[in-house]
Nanobody
Framework: QVQLVESGGGLVQAGGSLRLSCAFSGDTFNTYIMAWFRQAPEKERELVAA????????YYDDLVKGRFTISKDNAQNTVNLQMMNLKPEGTAVYYC????????????WGQGTQVTVSS
């Protein structure tokens, strides 16, 4: 059974940086497409960034382009999200997700990590 465990969230001032990590276990990591989602209070969950099996980023939300970087380490079974120049609207629970198929819904989710950006 695939398990995803996020870490790295916390409180940061606007303009600051955070690095989120997601540890993957339970299957062959390099066969999965990975992604980071976030959900702000009273809002729907939204896709922030995604990366393909080989480690090439395939999606960034327009609101984070140029500030966030997704990366994948197939040797360490981790996917990371480097977040720079954080804004208060980036306050949300960030979730790591995984799927094996090239399209469709993400099948596996982590428990989430809270990111709070103060103004």
């Amino acid at each position: 059974q695939v398990q995803l465990v996020e870490s790295g969230g916390g409180l940061v001032q606007a303009g600051g940086s955070l690095r989120l990590s997601c540890a993957f276990s339970g299957d062959t990591f390099n066969t999965y497409i990975m992604a980071w989602f976030r959900q702000a209070p009273e809002k729907e969950r939204e896709l922030v960034a995604a990366i393909d099996r080989s480690g090439t980023p395939i999606y960034y939300d327009d609101l984070v382009k140029g500030r966030f970087t997704i990366s994948k380490d197939n040797a360490q079974n981790t996917v990371n999200l480097q977040m720079m120049n954080l804004k208060p609207e980036g306050t949300a629970v960030y979730y790591c997700a995984a799927r094996r198929s090239s399209s469709g819904r993400f099948s596996y989710w982590g428990q989430g990590t809270q990111v709070t950006v103060s103004s």
